[in-house]
């Protein structure tokens, strides 16, 4: 159980594109999301946070603009990178908490690796 | 900042219990110590979470001090698909529903599991 599915696992794009991903909760429904980011050798970073239904609540730092997330319904919530640009490349990491039985715990997607050229 | 410290890296040998130690001496009464690791390449995985007394499941033990300001992870016989970089985080007990509920990652340690 508790299993969170990404895509795509791999995008590479012109600059200037705009770049959707998709994060899933397979087997639980997902109050609330959250996507971390992950840039080479170091660890992941909070992103945003977004409830079912309502606004994302992004951290310092972290453009709105460019980082369009939606969370429509209780199992899917995605991210668009708004024209991308190279310093956008980057790991993109989702995690659902479960709003039943394990609420207490954040699963993570296998992750997003997103190329800007 | 994270407010947990792990060592950087830990080597094991397979076959062998791996203890991962982590320091969190500013924890509160009402957060969980939680642990994740990250394979390479890969999205991280839920290992095992406590709050004040020792847990257990498939994957490994967590046995936290009475002071709840340390605690070890432990893996009882590491194998070379457990190399990974190991995340010890401390976490609410409560949601607030915006970014307080986040993990905040520190560094890890970067397990390596020798043949």
């Known amino acids: 159980g508790a299993v969170v599915s990404q895509h795509p696992s791999r995008v590479i794009c012109k600059s200037g594109t705009s770049v959707k991903i998709e994060c899933r909760s397979l087997d639980f429904q997902a109050t609330t999301m959250f996507w971390y980011r992950q840039f080479p050798k170091q660890s992941l970073m909070l992103m945003a946070t977004s409830n079912e239904g309502s606004k994302a609540t992004y951290e310092q730092g972290v453009e709105k603009d460019k980082f369009l997330i939606n969370h429509a319904s209780l199992t899917l919530s995605t991210l668009t990178v708004t024209s991308a640009h190279p310093e956008d490349s980057s790991f993109y990491i989702c995690s659902a908490r479960d709003g039943g039985w394990h609420q207490e715990t954040q699963y993570f997607g296998p992750g997003t690796r997103l190329l800007v050229l | 900042d994270a407010k947990t410290t792990q060592p950087p890296s830990m080597d094991c040998a397979e076959g062998r219990a791996a203890n991962l130690p982590c320091n969190h001496s500013?924890?509160?009464?009402?957060?969980?110590v939680y642990w994740y690791r990250q394979i390479h390449s890969q999205g991280p995985q839920y290992i095992i979470h406590?709050?004040?007394n020792n847990e257990t499941n498939e994957m490994a033990s967590l046995i936290i001090t009475e002071d709840r300001k340390s605690s070890t992870l432990i893996l009882p016989h590491a194998t070379l698909r457990d190399t990974a970089v190991y995340y010890c985080?401390?976490?609410?007990?409560?949601?607030?529903?915006?970014?307080?509920?986040?993990?905040?990652f520190g560094k890890g340690t970067h397990l390596i599991i020798q043949p």
């Open positions: 500013t924890i509160s009464g009402n957060e969980y």
């Open positions: 406590g709050l004040k």
């Open positions: 985080i401390v976490r609410p007990t409560t949601f607030s529903g915006g970014g307080a509920d986040g993990l905040t």
